[in-house]
């Protein structure tokens, strides 16, 4: 059974920093794009960052370059997501997600989020 589980939200500061984790388990992921996504309240999910978990290439949403950065690390099977100058605007439950297409087979996972608050 494939899950993947976050940790790291909490309460910080505005210009504070976080690290959420996500410990992915149940199958290999080799070739999937890991990211991470958010949803604040009254909105829309929305794309914060992506991993491709074998090459490691990465890509960011515009809102969060320079502030945020994904990583990951094999042995632990584990993506990282560092956010830095935390703004309040930042507020919102934060998703971890495995995606991976195969000709037109698509397996999709996601975690079941973890919360981040800045105050002001």
């Known amino acids: 059974q494939v899950q993947l589980q976050e940790s790291g939200g909490g309460l910080v500061q505005a210009g504070g920093s976080l690290t959420l984790s996500c410990v992915a388990s149940?199958?290999?992921?080799?070739?999937?794009?890991m990211g991470w996504y958010r949803q604040a309240p009254g909105k829309e999910r929305e794309f914060v960052a992506v991993?491709?978990?074998?090459?490691?290439?990465?890509y960011y949403a515009d809102f969060v370059k320079g502030r945020f950065i994904i990583s990951r690390d094999n042995a632990k099977n584990t993506l990282y997501l560092q956010m830095n100058s935390l703004k309040p605007e930042d507020t919102a439950v934060y998703y971890c997600?495995?995606?991976?297409?195969?000709?037109?087979?698509?397996?999709?996972?996601w975690g079941q989020g973890t919360q981040v608050t800045v105050s002001s």
């Open positions: 149940g199958r290999t992921f080799a070739g999937f794009a």
């Open positions: 991993l491709n978990w074998s090459a490691g290439d990465t």
């Open positions: 997600n495995a995606y991976h297409l195969t000709g037109t087979t698509s397996d999709n996972y």
